[in-house]
């Protein structure tokens, strides 16, 4: 790897924890931590700390709050309800209320199908109540 594809790593790496400790308050620490878990994947997770959290969340071009409604949408299209139910949250973080994130899955409806839009109600639901 040249100097400065690490550092653009590490650029990233930073940027990734910013982000992730924004919409996620208390639940990672200052420092940073190893990510990995000695299992099947296990880098996963430090690949989304990079290229999802750090050059996508970290980004200046929407706030914070825009992203999650963006996200939401994406998820609940995808019928991503484990994603959703920790995005949900993160929402709340983001300044969403629990009426507007209704919205987005009422909204949803309309394009992804009444089964995704129930199945985003059940995941927000547990979210919410966990």
């Known amino acids: 790897m040249s100097d400065k594809s690490a550092e653009e790593a590490t650029d990233l790496r930073v940027a990734g924890w910013k982000a992730m400790r924004a919409a996620l308050p208390g639940v990672f620490p200052e420092e940073e931590v190893d990510l990995r ?7 996963l997770v430090d690949i989304g700390l990079t290229s999802v959290w750090g050059a996508l969340w970290g980004r200046e071009g929407l706030a914070p ?7 939401l949408g ?7 309800e484990t994603e959703l139910k920790t995005h949900v ?4 973080t983001n300044g969403l209320s629990q009426d507007e994130i209704a919205e987005v899955i009422y909204h949803s409806s309309g394009y992804t199908g009444f089964p995704r839009a129930v199945a985003a109600r059940t995941a927000a639901r547990e979210a919410l109540e966990g």
């Open 65 to 71: 709050r825009d992203r999650s409604l963006v996200t």
């Open 37 to 43: 878990d000695g299992r099947l994947g296990e880098e």
């Open 89 to 92: 949250r993160i929402a709340l």
């Open 74 to 80: 994406i998820l609940i299209a995808l019928g991503a």
